[in-house]
Each structure stands twice: as structure tokens, then as C-alpha cells.
């Protein structure tokens, strides 16, 4: 059964810090890893989606990467703000037990401190 | 605007009382998705389609019935509900399964 995994659990950093969130998963058979933001009381919004055939996206500031043979995405995001403060999520989609499900981490709550 | 639309947005309802949240896409995609988000849990899905006419279970379907008559529409039904579905709701859509997921504000269920 996939399971995913997002270490750390909460990140406090200064403005201005690159840094990096990590998602790991148990099966590599995934057709795509999507990476979402969170913001207290909402909604997710899609922010990077990797195909399994890709080994990186990038949007501004964030670039994704994705290893399927060991079962890992990092998102990096450069010089972080304030405003970058949320949750962080990834799901992967694949044929887990023969159907087409979405499996999404717990999440990384990230805090950037101005 | 594109958007993925759920109502209402906040329900209170009490044990057994049938309720159907609401979920409408306007941009023309196959797949929607129901997912419940829980502290400590995160988001598991409900149930999800294909396109019309074809659902499927998630991890999580227990207690929970879906329909999709028509592509724009995907409503989640409660036929009993029970304390235990007290949840965040949240409705997606994408192009197809392998694409960007959209989803709606979210649906907070509290049950009685």
C-alpha cells in the first residue's frame, strides 16, 4: 500500500533562507507527484506537478525534484518571504491496489519569520 | 473564472439526518475527487470519477455515496451521518487523473 512520508512535520526559518521540504514515498509505480500549498482555513492550491517521466519542475522561486527510484521529492524554495508561510503538501497518483488514487502526505507547516 | 465550487461551506447537522454537499467544476474535466481532511491524518480520498457515469472508492468511502450524472457535477452524500464524519471536505478536478488537481474552499461538517 503507498504511503507518504513529509519530514519535518514543522519548519521555522528566517526570511531570506532557502530551504527544503522532503516527501517520500513507499511505491515508485506513480504516474505524477504534486506538490500544494495550504493556508490556515483554506483550500489547496497546485503549485508543481512532476510527471513521472520528469525529473524536475520549476515556478519562480520554487523548483520540485522527483526520484522515483528512491521514492523522493524535494521542493526547494529560494529566498523564502513571509508570505511563503503555509502548509506544504505532496500527493502522488498512481495504480496502488489497481485503481487510480491520489495518496497526499501530512504535511510540512512551514513558518518564515521576518 | 475557472473554479471548483462546494456547498454549503459550513453544515451542523445531527446523527442519521441525510445531507448532500454540492461540488460543480466549470472547466469541463473529467476527473473530480472527494477528499476528508482530518488533524493528524491529513487528506484521504472519498471517492473519485473517472468521468461521467464512472466512481470509484478511495481509502476512505465508508458511510459515503457519490453520483456523477452529469461531467460538471459531482455531489458527496451522507445517508446516515455519525459523529466520526465530522470533517474538512474538500472537492478536486482535474483534466484527466494524471493532471493538476484544482480544488474547491472546502465544506466544514460538524455532526451532532
Known amino acids: 500500500k503507498q504511503e507518504v512520508t513529509q519530514i519535518p512535520a514543522a519548519l521555522s526559518v528566517p526570511e531570506g533562507e532557502n530551504l527544503v521540504l522532503n516527501c517520500s514515498f513507499t511505491?515508485?509505480?506513480?504516474?505524477?507527484l504534486q506538490w500544494f500549498r495550504q493556508d490556515p482555513g483554506k483550500g489547496l492550491t497546485s503549485l508543481l506537478l512532476i510527471q513521472s517521466s520528469q525529473r524536475e519542475q520549476t515556478s519562480g522561486r520554487l523548483n520540485a525534484s522527483l526520484d522515483k527510484s528512491s521514492g523522493r521529492s524535494t521542493l526547494y524554495i529560494a529566498a523564502s518571504q513571509p508570505g511563503d508561510s503555509a502548509t506544504y503538501l505532496c500527493?502522488?497518483?498512481?495504480?496502488?491496489?489497481?485503481?487510480?488514487?491520489?495518496?497526499f502526505g501530512t504535511g510540512t507547516r512551514l513558518k518564515v519569520l521576518a | 473564472e475557472a473554479q471548483v465550487t462546494q456547498n454549503p461551506r459550513y453544515l451542523i447537522t445531527v446523527t442519521g439526518k441525510k445531507l448532500t454537499v454540492t461540488c460543480s467544476q466549470n472547466?469541463?474535466?473529467?476527473?473530480m475527487s472527494w477528499y476528508r481532511q482530518d488533524p493528524g491524518l491529513g487528506l484521504r480520498q472519498i471517492y473519485y470519477s473517472m468521468n461521467v457515469e464512472v466512481t470509484d472508492k478511495g481509502d476512505v468511502p465508508e458511510g459515503y455515496k457519490v453520483s456523477r450524472k452529469e461531467k460538471r457535477n459531482f455531489p458527496l452524500i451522507l445517508e446516515s451521518p455519525s459523529p466520526n464524519q465530522t470533517s474538512l471536505y474538500f472537492c478536486?478536478?482535474?483534466?484527466?487523473?494524471?493532471?493538476?488537481?484544482?480544488f474547491g474552499p472546502g465544506t466544514r461538517l460538524l455532526v451532532l
Open positions: 500527493a502522488v497518483s498512481g495504480p496502488t491496489s489497481g485503481t487510480y488514487k491520489y495518496i
Open positions: 472547466m469541463n474535466h473529467e476527473y
Open positions: 478536486a478536478s482535474s483534466r484527466d487523473r494524471a493532471e493538476t488537481q484544482y
Open positions: 511505491d515508485s509505480a506513480i504516474y505524477n
